[in-house]
C-alpha cells in the first residue's frame, strides 16, 4: 500500500511560470519530507526538505508547503527553467528505526522553452 | 570525490542466473540502501545496512541478499533471478544521525532478466 502518493505523473509549464508538484502522505507517523530530482540515466539528487514542526521551507527558487492537517505536501519552482524538466520524487520518514524513507512514484516536469 | 559508484551499469541474466551487484561510497557513510524502480512504483526499499556487518530488510526484500563486510561497500545479490526482477536498482548511502535524513545516490543498474 502506498503510503506516499503522487497523483499527477506528469506535468507541462512555460519557462518562467510558476511549476506546483504535489504529493500525499497516509501515515502520520511520518515527521520530515524531502523532494529528490532525477534526471534521465542518473540517480535521484536531494532537492529541498522539511521538517513536520514547519510549514515552509524555502530555497532560492524552491519552496515546500507542508499541511498537516492535509497530510499533503507541495514543491513550488519559481520561475521554472528548461534545466528543471526532470522526474521529482517526494518522500516522507519518520525517525524511528533506521529512518527509512518511503518515496512516491513521481511527476516528470517538462519546462517549455 | 567519487560519491556513491554502482557496478554494473547495465546486465542482461536469463532466467535462474545469479549475479551481484556493487555498491561502493567513498564518503565514509554508516548507513547504505538498496531500492529498485519500477515504472509507476517509484522507489522501494529492498535492504539496507545500519552498519559494517549488519543488514537488514526493507519493503520488496524477497529474491535477494545482501552483504556489508566492508564499510564502503554493499552488495545485492540475486540468487536464482525471475524476470520480476528486472528493474532499475539504485544504491544509495547517508551519514548516521543527520535528522533530516539526506540520502547520496548512486547512478544506477539497469537489469533485464529474459
Known amino acids: 500500500d502506498q503510503q506516499v502518493k503522487q497523483n499527477s505523473p506528469s506535468l507541462s509549464v512555460q519557462e518562467g511560470r510558476i511549476s506546483i508538484l504535489n504529493c500525499d502522505y497516509t501515515n502520520s507517523m511520518f515527521d520530515y519530507f524531502l523532494w529528490y530530482k532525477k534526471y534521465p540515466a542518473e540517480g535521484p539528487t536531494f532537492l529541498i526538505s522539511i521538517s513536520s514542526i514547519k510549514d515552509k521551507n524555502e530555497d532560492g527558487r524552491f519552496t515546500v508547503f507542508l499541511n498537516k492537517s492535509a497530510k499533503h505536501l507541495s514543491l513550488h519552482i519559481v520561475p521554472s527553467q528548461p534545466g528543471d524538466s526532470a522526474v521529482y520524487f517526494c518522500?516522507?520518514?519518520?525517525?524511528?528505526?533506521?529512518?527509512?524513507?518511503?518515496f512516491g512514484t513521481g511527476t516528470r516536469l517538462t519546462v517549455i522553452p | 570525490n567519487a560519491g556513491v559508484t554502482q557496478t554494473p551499469k547495465f546486465r542482461v541474466l536469463k532466467t535462474g542466473q545469479s549475479m551481484t551487484l556493487l555498491c561502493a561510497q567513498d564518503?565514509?557513510?554508516?548507513?547504505m540502501y538498496w531500492y529498485r524502480q519500477d515504472p509507476g512504483m517509484g522507489l522501494r526499499l529492498i535492504h539496507y545496512s545500519v552498519g559494517e556487518g549488519t543488514t537488514a530488510k526493507g519493503e520488496v526484500p524477497d529474491g535477494y541478499n545482501v552483504s556489508r563486510l566492508k564499510k564502503q561497500n554493499f552488495l545485492l545479490g540475486l540468487e536464482s533471478a525471475a524476470p520480476s526482477q528486472t528493474s532499475v536498482y539504485f544504491c544509495?548511502?547517508?551519514?548516521?544521525?543527520?535528522?533530516?535524513?539526506?540520502?547520496?545516490f548512486g547512478p544506477g543498474t539497469r537489469l533485464t532478466v529474459l
Open positions: 544509495a548511502s547517508r551519514v548516521s544521525g543527520r535528522y533530516y535524513n539526506e540520502q547520496f
Open positions: 518522500a516522507a520518514g519518520d525517525q524511528t528505526g533506521a529512518n527509512n524513507l518511503f
Open positions: 564518503m565514509n557513510h554508516e548507513y
